[in-house]
């Protein structure tokens, strides 16, 4: 069983920044490709930043692109978000998620990935 635990959640000012980690539990971390998702209040959760197993491939939807960098250690069995130039709309908890296939145009699908952290609170005030 894979158990993946966020971390680094909290309140930023509009512009600044904030790194999230995520550890994954079990010895074959290397052979998961990984993702980060984030949920709003009353809406879908929703595609921010995804990785492959070799660290090789990273997409992100516009919404991201440029201001979040999603990193992997696959010998610590960590993944992590970094945000930077942060904005209000990106207030939400953030997901981090973990699949098994390695299909790169379904990494931004949510129906790929098996396995959910709890998630972590992320707030930027204006």
């Known amino acids: 069983q894979v158990q993946l635990v966020e971390s680094g959640g909290g309140t930023a000012q509009a512009g600044g920044s904030l790194r999230l980690s995520c550890a994954v539990s079990?010895?074959?971390?290397?052979?998961?490709?990984m993702g980060w998702f984030l949920q709003a209040p009353g809406k879908e959760r929703e595609f921010v930043a995804a990785?492959?197993?070799?660290?090789?491939?990273?997409k992100y939807p516009d919404s991201v692109q440029g201001r979040f960098t999603i990193s992997r250690d696959n010998v610590k069995n960590m993944v992590y978000l970094q945000m930077n130039s942060l904005k209000p709309e990106d207030t939400a908890v953030y997901y981090c998620?973990?699949?098994?296939?390695?299909?790169?145009?379904?990494?931004?699908?949510?129906?790929?990935?098996?396995?959910w952290g709890q998630g972590t609170q992320v707030t930027v005030s204006s």
């Open positions: 998620a973990a699949r098994t296939i390695s299909t790169i145009t379904t990494m931004a699908s949510l129906g790929s990935y098996n396995y």
């Open positions: 079990g010895r074959t971390f290397s052979s998961y490709g």
């Open positions: 990785i492959t197993r070799s660290g090789t491939i990273r």
